[in-house]
């Protein structure tokens, strides 16, 4: 398992939490979903962290996402829609419904659930505009093709 965080408070608040008999088995990396390189994975969980991508580099983001899925792999994660308080941010993605359904193409959407409510954020009053996702990629039938060497 790889956790990625681009706020080293976040990954020590992780390592601490890490029984040691687990801690061989869970790398930590310091950087943003942007930079990170993602491999073959079964799992990728985003909570709330996508939205901070800047629009810019969100479709290379996402198109590393999807190709890093195993067959059967699952993406688990949030996007903020257009109506969250944040949407004016030009450092930060947004999208409307539709553009969640374009980016789930092709995907099993097990949940996609969207949401809005008045809350709080470590900024102070925010309204919160967001989709829940749990998508699969299908799992192929077809067994994989031989790597050259």
Known sequence: MLAVDAEPAGLALLRARIPPTAAGGVGVLCASFA?????????????FSLPFCPP????????????????????????????????????????????????????????????????????GPKHWHTFDILARKPISTHPPAPVSR
């Not at 073959?40 to 969980?45: E, N, P």
């Not at 969640?100 to 193409?105: H, I, M, Q, T």
């Open 35 to 47: 930079e990170a390189d993602l491999s073959c994975a079964h799992l990728i969980q985003a909570g």
């Open 56 to 123: 810019q580099q969100f479709p290379a983001l996402w198109q590393r996402i999807r190709r890093a899925f195993a067959s059967g792999g699952v993406f688990a994660g949030q996007l903020f829609g257009t109506r969250d308080t944040w949407a004016g941010d030009p450092e930060m993605t947004f999208h409307a419904r539709h553009q969640v359904e374009v980016l789930l193409d092709g995907l099993d959407i097990l949940r996609l659930e969207e949401a809005e409510r008045d809350g709080h954020a470590f900024s």
